[in-house]
């Protein structure tokens, strides 16, 4: 199966701080969750992707929060610089990949403004997590791609079993 995943999750240096969200080198994984994560890996074709890079945004960048989550969004940097066309960019770039490779399913990494698939920070720059997704997750999941996040990469073994 064919699975788009946050490039930072594959231990690529592009988040905002210029570091990673390897999921093979956190200690709060369970080795059973790891080794289950290299599985998925090794038996299916893994698309890395980054939104804020793929959207014209610099390692390292300013941190940014969804300010308003609904059409017509906002999005600015803690510098209150306006990036929504970068998040916009970003997410777009994302569907036209699985469009054009078919990819039916993503791991996104929780909680960002763009990945985050459940939770996004509330858009005040004081930590506080809300309901909500980034750009990306929901511009995918709008268009049938099945979304997970790395705590749900069990759900996602099962997804894939079922839909082999
Ligand atoms: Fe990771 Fe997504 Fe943020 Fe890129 S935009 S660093 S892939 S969480």
Redesign the pocket.
Known sequence: MKILI???LLGED??YDGNN?SIAFTPSFTFSIKELFMDILCENEIYSF????AGGLPVPRASSEIIKNDKPFIVKNEKGDDVTINFLLGAKKALDICKEENIKVAL??AK?P??GNKQIYDGTFSSKLIDGQGLTARLLEENGVKVFNENEIKDLAKFIKTNK
């Open positions: 946050s490039s930072c592009v988040r969200s980054c939104p804020e890079v996104l990494k960002s763009s990945c």
